[in-house]
T-cell receptor
Framework: DAGVIQSPRHEVTEMGQEVTLRCKPI?????LFWYRQTMMRGLELLIY????????DSGMPEDRFSAKMPNASFSTLKIQPSEPRDSAVYFC???????????FGSGTRLTVV | RKEVEQDPGPFNVPEGATVAFNCTYS??????FFWYRQDCRKEPKLLMS???SGNEDGRFTAQLNRASQYISLLIRDSKLSDSATYLC???????????FGKGTHLIIQP
């Protein structure tokens, strides 16, 4: 089992550019979560999917953020346009159900300059 | 009151000592509780689930107190490799998404 795979590992982009983060979940995990982590705010839930359907996107900061899960093996988080305050580590995590813990990917460290 | 609250530390503890830290949560309807460990510049990893009756995994013991709405983690015979940030995790909204505390930083000193 390769675990949760995220790409890219690091991304440096200029303000105003579009950024796309990718996640491949563990096969058979029905839940997929996108989190953002900063020193100030810790880990924040942005959005999560159950069986590819977005369930709760109340944590998405604003309209510049969007997420999709077109199939059970792939999800994207897009920021357009990016801003310096979006700089953070973005984690994708998956789970087999609400009573199970999550398995996290290695994260994408995003820097917007 | 924050949904999940932890003492950020750092806790500086000599090797071999026992250390314990608590975490409080605000939503009494919460059903699932976990402790995660996060090493510097790495992803969080599940350490253990926390069950109502309390549970133990080797040197680690987790307890849940629903009446007072807190969970605890006890580490016995601490090792240098236990140095990390320990995240308290609760499904604070009673739904599927888990809420993470900001973590307690633990440093085991030789």
């Amino acid at each position: 089992d390769a675990g949760v795979i995220q790409s890219p590992r690091h991304e440096v982009t200029e303000m105003g550019q579009e950024v796309t983060l990718r996640c491949k979940p563990i096969s058979g995990h029905d839940y997929l979560f996108w989190y953002r982590q900063t020193m100030m705010r810790g880990l924040e839930l942005l959005i999560y999917f159950n069986n590819n359907v977005p369930i709760d996107d109340s944590g998405m900061p604003e309209d510049r953020f969007s997420a999709k899960m077109p199939n059970a093996s792939f999800s994207t988080l897009k920021i357009q346009p990016s801003e310096p305050r979006d700089s953070a580590v973005y984690f994708c995590a998956t789970s087999a159900g609400r009573n199970y813990g999550y398995t996290f990917g290695s994260g994408t460290r995003l820097t917007v300059v | 009151r924050k949904e999940v609250e932890q003492d950020p530390g750092p806790f500086n503890v000599p090797e071999g000592a026992t250390v314990a830290f608590n975490c409080t949560y605000s939503n009494s309807a919460s059903q699932s509780f976990f402790w995660y460990r996060q090493d510097c510049r790495k992803e969080p990893k599940l350490l253990m689930s926390v069950y109502s009756s309390g549970n133990e995994d080797g040197r680690f013991t987790a307890q849940l107190n629903r009446a007072s709405q807190y969970i605890s983690l006890l580490i016995r015979d601490s090792k240098l490799s236990d140095s990390a940030t320990y995240l308290c995790v609760v499904n604070a909204r009673g739904a599927d998404g888990l809420t993470f505390g900001k973590g307690t930083h633990l440093i085991i000193q030789p």
